[in-house]
C-alpha cells in the first residue's frame, strides 16, 4: 500500500555535521524492497552514550542487550536495521544481535558493548544473520552519507524524515546536536516503534548523559501518544563525542550544564512532535494542556486520557467542539477530579467553566479553530498546581486505511 | 447521519412479562425528533433494587442520587430520559433529577428515593424540566407497553434494541428476569455509555441483590470494551418486585441462591455481548482468552489491553493474522509477562508458543478463522492460574464515520 506523505509533515532540516560520527548506509535487504535498510553510526573513541529503552515486557534482544550495555558509557557505532524488528524470535533473535556486535567490534578494535543495535519492523520473524552480516560489510566498505540518507535508511512506514538540531554554548564553547528519528504508529506515553538518535559534539560524561536524556524524555517522549500502543522496540539514544573540547560536563553544576541539557531537550521535543505530525493518518496535530491538577503527574496521566480517547480524537478529526467528551475522558482517567471544579477550553476559547457550559456560548470562534492544523485542547482540574501538556493526533479514516485495510 | 443496522445484530427475544412491573413509554420531544424518548416503569410495592453506576469522576446527577438512593434498598419507579444526557450541567441538571423524583414520587404516593432517573444523550446541556414534567405526566396516562417498546425508546445510537431473559428454579418456584440495554459507543471496561435494567418476579433481600449483581458485573459488563472510552452517565440496574412468591433470597445459603445468581449473570452476559455486537462500525466479535497469568485481575488487565489495542482492533478488522500486534500489547499492559513463556493462538491454532513462532506454522487455517464473524484470540503467559475472558470488537471505518464524520 503506498502511504501518503502526512499532510502535517515538515521539510528536513538544515543539521551541522557531528565531529566524531561517520553515517554510511548499505542494502541488507531485510525486506524485498530496493533501498537501504542498514545505517552505520561509526563514532569516535571515547563517545559518551546514554539511553531510554521501551518499558514492555516483551522487549526485543536489542533493547535487552542495549539497556544493559548502555551502563558502561561508551559507544564506538550503531547499526539499525530496518524492515524486521526481530522482536519476539527468542534465543535466534538474540544470536543476530551478537552476531553483529561481534562483527563490528571486530572491525573496529573495540569491546563488543560498545555495539548497540535497534531493529524496527515486523514482529516475530528472526533477524537473518547473512544478510545482517552482509550488510554491515557494505556499509564498512560504503561511502559517508549525510543526515537525511540515514532517516531515510531508518525508516518504515515514515511518510517523511525526521531531524532537528541545536546548538548550546558550554563554558565558551559552542557544541551541536543533531538528532533524528523514526516512527509514525505504535505511539505511546512510554515511547513508541519509535528509534531516535541524537549525536553531539559536546564532551560529557555518561552519568551526567544519562540523567539530561532521561529528564528530557520525560517532558518530550514520555508525552506523545498516536494509538496507545507500545513498540517492544523503543529506544532513544545519545551519543557525545567530546570533538568540540569543551570543559567535560560532569554533573549539574558544571559549567553549560543547564544549556546543554536544554538543548537536548529542544531537540528531544522537536522530533517528539514530528512524530506525532507523521500519526499514522493524522491530519491535526493537538496540543493537550492539563492544569490545576493535585500534581505534576497527576496532569500527565489525565492530559493522556483525553489524548488517547478514541472519541476526543475523532471528534477533533470531525472538527466538533465536543467538550462533553474531553469530560468524559477526565472522567475516566482514575485521577482526582471535580465536576464541578472543571473548566475546558478549545483554543484558548472557554467552552465550560467550574463544571457548565459558560454563559452565551459563541461556538464560532471555537469551529474556526477546530478548522485549523494546529488544535489546542486546554483543561483546568480546579484542584491544584500540578501541570503537564501531552501532544497526539487526530484518529482518522488513514488510521484504519493503513493498519486495517493494509495486510502486514 | 443514518447509521446501519449492525451485521452483529440479533433478534430481539422472547421476554416474559415480569409481575409487578407496569412499562410505559411518552415522547418528551427531548430532541426534535418523533419519537418516544421518556420510558417509566412501574413497579410494585415492596420491590427490592440494586445497581452499579460508572466510576467516572464526572458522573452525572442521575448517578450520584441513584448510587445514594439504592443503598435503602426499595424501587417503586425508574425513568428514563433518552437524548440529553445531563451530564456537566451543575446545579441546574441536578433541579432537574430531583423534580422528576417529587413528581413521579408524587404521583405514586412514596418516598422520593425510591424513584430511580437515568439519562443517557449529549452531554452538557441541562435536562428541561418542562418537558420532563409534560413526558411523566403523558407517560402516567399512557397504556402499558412491552419490553421492546420500552428498549426503543430508551436508545439514541443503539442500531437494534437488545434484551435477554433467563428462568432460574428457586426453592421450587420458578422466577423469571428479563433484561433490556442500550449502549454502542464509549464502552469501557468501567461500564459504558450503557443503561441496562433487569426485572425480576423474584423475592430476593436487597443486601443479596447487590452482591449478585456486582459479582455478575465483575465477569460481564466491566469485560466488555468497545473504545475504551467511559461514559458519565453508566448504569445498571436490577429490580426484584418478589412476586413469584418464592422463599425469600435472602444470601447465598439461601435455597436457590445460587441458581438465581447464575441466572442473573446469564442475562448481563447476554446484554454485555449485545453492547459489544451493536459496538460503533463493528463488523466482527472478538473473544479474548487470557490463562497463565499471575491472577485473575492481572489475567483481566491484559485482556483489556489487548482488547483496547487499536492495532490489534485494526488487524482484526483486515482479517490480518497479526500476532505480533497481540505480543505488543501483552508487553505494554504493565503486568508480569515473559517473552519466553508466551503463547498465542487465533481460532484455536497456536501461531507463537513460548516466545517463538510455531515450526511450520500454516496461516491458512487460521485466515480462514479471521474471515468470520465471531473471532476468539487466546494468549497463555505461562507463568500462572490466572484467567480471564473479556469482549470487544474490531475498529472499522464504520467507527470513525460514526464519531467524526457525524457532528454532534
Chains 1, 2 share one sequence.
Not at 22 to 46: N, P, V
Not at 108 to 120: A, D, I, Q, Y
Not at 134 to 143: D, E, S, T, Y
Not at 316 to 339: L, T
Amino acid at each position: 500500500m503506498q502511504i501518503d506523505r502526512s499532510p502535517l509533515a515538515r521539510p528536513f532540516p538544515p543539521l551541522p555535521p557531528i565531529a566524531g560520527v561517520t553515517l554510511r548506509i548499505a542494502r541488507a535487504h531485510y525486506k524485498t524492497w530496493d533501498r537501504c535498510d542498514l545505517t552505520f553510526a561509526e563514532l569516535t573513541e571515547g563517545t559518551s552514550v546514554a539511553g531510554v529503552f521501551t518499558r514492555s515486557a516483551c522487549a526485543s534482544s536489542e533493547v535487552e542487550l542495549g539497556r544493559a550495555a548502555v551502563r558502561q558509557g561508551r559507544a564506538r557505532a550503531l547499526i539499525v536495521n530496518a524492515g524486521n524488528s526481530n522482536a519476539f524470535t527468542g534465543h535466534r533473535g538474540r544470536e543476530a544481535v551478537e552476531a553483529i556486535m561481534t562483527q563490528v567490534s571486530e572491525a573496529l578494535g573495540c569491546p563488543r558493548e560498545e555495539v548497540f543495535v535497534s531493529s524496527t519492523g515486523v514482529i516475530g520473524v528472526p533477524l537473518p544473520i547473512d544478510k545482517a552480516r552482509a550488510g554491515i560489510a557494505a556499509a564498512l566498505a560504503a561511502k559517508p552519507c549525510g543526515w537525511e540518507d540515514a532517516t531515510l535508511a531508518i525508516g518504515t512506514t515514515d511518510t517523511f524524515t525526521k531531524g532537528a538540531g541545536a546548538a548550546a554554548m558550554v563554558g565558551g564553547t559552542q557544541v551541536q546536536l543533531a538528532g533524528i528519528i523514526k516512527g509514525s504508529g505504535m505511539i505511546a506515553p512510554d515511547m513508541a516503534t519509535m528509534l531516535g538518535y541524537i549525536f553531539t559534539d559536546a564532551d560529557v560524561a555518561p552519568a551526567f548523559l544519562q540523567e539530561a536524556l532521561e529528564r528530557a524524555n520525560a517532558a518530550t517522549f514520555s508525552c506523545i501518544t498516536v494509538d496507545g500502543d507500545t513498540s517492544t522496540s523503543d529506544t532513544v539514544m545519545v551519543f557525545a563525542t567530546g570533538k568540540a573540547g569543551n570543559t567535560r560536563i560532569e554533573s549539574w553544576d558544571s559549567p553549560g550544564a543547564d544549556a546543554f541539557a536544554a538543548a537536548l531537550e529542544d531537540v528531544c521535543r522537536n522530533l517528539a512532535h514530528l512524530v506525532v505530525r507523521d500519526g499514522e493518518g493524522a491530519r491535526k496535530f493537538i496540543s493537550v494542556r492539563v492544569s490545576g491538577a493535585v500534581s505534576d503527574p497527576s496532569a500527565r496521566t489525565i492530559g493522556l486520557a483525553i489524548a488517547n480517547s478514541p472519541l476526543v480524537k475523532t471528534a477533533i478529526a470531525g472538527e466538533d467542539a465536543n467538550w462533553g467528551r474531553v469530560v468524559m475522558a477526565v472522567g475516566k482517567a482514575g485521577e482526582p477530579a471535580d465536576r464541578d471544579r472543571l473548566s475546558i477550553a478549545f483554543g484558548g476559547i472557554w467552552t465550560a467553566r467550574n463544571g457548565v457550559p459558560v454563559d452565551r456560548y459563541d461556538e464560532a470562534p471555537v469551529a474556526a479553530h477546530l478548522k485549523g492544523e494546529d488544535i489546542e485542547i486546554a483543561v483546568d482540574l480546579g484542584l491544584g498546581e500540578g501541570r503537564a501538556t501531552v501532544w497526539t493526533c487526530d484518529l482518522t479514516h488513514g488510521y484504519i486505511a493503513i493498519n486495517a485495510d493494509y495486510r502486514s
